[in-house]
């Protein structure tokens, strides 16, 4: 059965839907017993999280070539709710004991420096075509975010649509703005990127093309976009970051 919670992309039936990014650094001694950590134990929880209807979605992603950087999130966690009151409603990822042993799994915590979270909501969005294996994850602090948005929905979206037959294509895009709420403590929200955009890839052939500028350029009608295009004007800095992430695993709703 195919999802329509397509990796934070497809809305599908949903009114609107909140994403949250959350960044961790794991140092490189402790990376495999982490991932293993996170798909057999937070996976389950996970899981369960969905089938209450306390959580959409949960992804689980690592940096690419990030096996000795310290400095950076080098792992992300995306978790989708419906809402912003469905995000707030309830703490999905805590269990009971009782909880834990009717499922059968055990927390085998490794040392995990939280860097933060990040709170969008999703603007607009392509759902994926096949299976996700690398995503590029773009936040900014563009200096009209409604304008850059707009454009992003407007131009780039029909842009990325018409090519995504081609064997070199984006399998799925999205685009979010920052969620202002008041269940947020400000000084967290005050230094979150305003944007964020994700470009999602079928393998690492086509992810490379992108890191290396060479992909989009590839694309029917790229020369008359990049000529309508005011991303340069609107975030004139470019990205704060920009970085490539391997999709390790995910649990999502389906239809």
Known sequence: MTSIITLFIAIGNLHSQVIVVNMVNVSSQNTSAF???????????????????????????KMYESDNVDSVFNYLFVNTFESEEHLFENNWFDIS?????????????????YLGSYFFELHSSLP??????????????????????KEGKELWKP???????????????????????????STI??????????????NFRVAEMHLKGELFGTY??????????????????????NNL???????EANN
Do not use: C
């Open 245 to 251: 992430y391997e999709l390790i695993g995910f649990v």
């Open 128 to 149: 994926r075509t096949i299976d996700v294996k690398y995503s590029m994850f773009n936040f900014g602090y563009p200096n009209d975010s409604y304008a850059f948005l």
């Open 159 to 185: 842009f990325f649509e018409k090519n995504m037959s081609s064997e070199r294509s984006l399998v799925g895009w999205g685009q979010a703005s920052k969620l202002y709420s008041s269940n947020i403590d």
């Open 220 to 241: 029917d009608g790229f020369e008359e976009v990049i000529e309508s295009s005011k991303g340069n004007f609107y975030m004139k800095n470019g990205w704060d970051s």
């Open 35 to 61: 991932e293993a950590n996170e798909m057999n134990y937070y996976s389950v929880i996970a899981k369960n999280a969905i089938a209450e209807g306390k959580l959409m979605g949960w992804y689980f992603f």
């Open 97 to 113: 004991e009782e909880k834990a042993k009717e499922l059968q799994i055990t927390n085998n915590s490794t040392e995990v420096n």
């Open 189 to 202: 929200l005050a230094d979150q990127p305003t944007v964020m955009s994700v470009d999602h890839y079928p």
